[in-house]
C-alpha cells in the first residue's frame, strides 16, 4: 500500500440539498488495493458520498482525485462516459437492459463507450463472465435470471469497463436471503485480485471478512475510522456504539 499515493482522495467536500447539508467537509485517502466498508444510518450520506466520488453529484466544496486526477469539485465539468468509466459503480438495483442477454449487457459500453469492435468486447467480456461465474448464462435475458446472478451481471458490466475503482451501494440489499452469498463472495473474489473498492452495506459479517477499514457515517459526518473490529466490536465514539447496538 502506497501511503504517499492514495488512489482516492477526498478533500474537505462538503455538499447541500439546498438547506440540508448531508456531506459536512469529509476527508478521505483510500489507497491502492483497499478495500473501505462505509456503515451508517439510512439517511447519513452515504450513498451521496458514493456518487460525489463517482463525480455524479455537484459539491459545493472541496474535491475528489482519482490516480491525482481530478475528478470532482464546486466547479468541475461534468464528465465524459468514458472518464467516468475509471469509477466502477453498482447499485443496489441492478439496472439491467432487459431486452439484452448477459453479453450484450455486459459489452455495451465497450462498444458505445470504448469503441471497441464486437470482437474485442467479446475477448473482455468473456473471462470476467468466467470470472463472476457466469460463463453459462451469456445468452439468457435478465428475467432469465436470478436476482443474485442479474446483480452478478451488473458486477461484470462495471468490470468490463477495466475500472481503476469499484463502488458499491448496498449491492446486496435487494436480494433474498440466500442469494447474498453468492454476491458478496463474488466482491470478495474482486478484493483478492486487489480490487481498490468502497462498499456501502449492512452486512456485519462480510465487512469484517473484507474491508481493510470501515468508516462509521452519520448526519454527513465520518464518525471514526479504523480497522473493522475496531469500529464494529470495540468502538469508541457514543454515536458508533448506539449504531452497531441498533444493527447487531
Ligand atoms: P443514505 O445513502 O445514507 O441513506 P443518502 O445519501 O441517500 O443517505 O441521503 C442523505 C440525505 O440527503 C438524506 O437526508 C436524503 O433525504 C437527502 N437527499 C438525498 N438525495 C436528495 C435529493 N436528490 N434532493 C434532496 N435531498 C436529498
Ligand atoms: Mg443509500
Redesign the pocket.
Known sequence: MDKNNPIIKINNVSKW?ND?Q?LKDINLEIYNGEVLVIL?P????????LRTINGLENIQSGEVFINNEIYNCRNCKALSRKKRAEVGMVFQQFNLYPHMTTLENVTLALRMVKKKTKEEALEIAIPILHKVGLDHKSHSYPSQLSGGEQQRVAIARSLAMQPKVMLFDEPTSALDLELINEVLDTIIGLSMDGMTMVI?THELGFARRVASRVAF?DKGEIIEIDKPHDIIIRPKKERTKMFMKKIF
Not at 42 to 49: A, E, I, M, P, V
Open positions: 440539498y440540508l448531508v451508517g439510512s439517511g447519513s450520506g452515504k450513498s451521496t458520498l456501502v457515517l
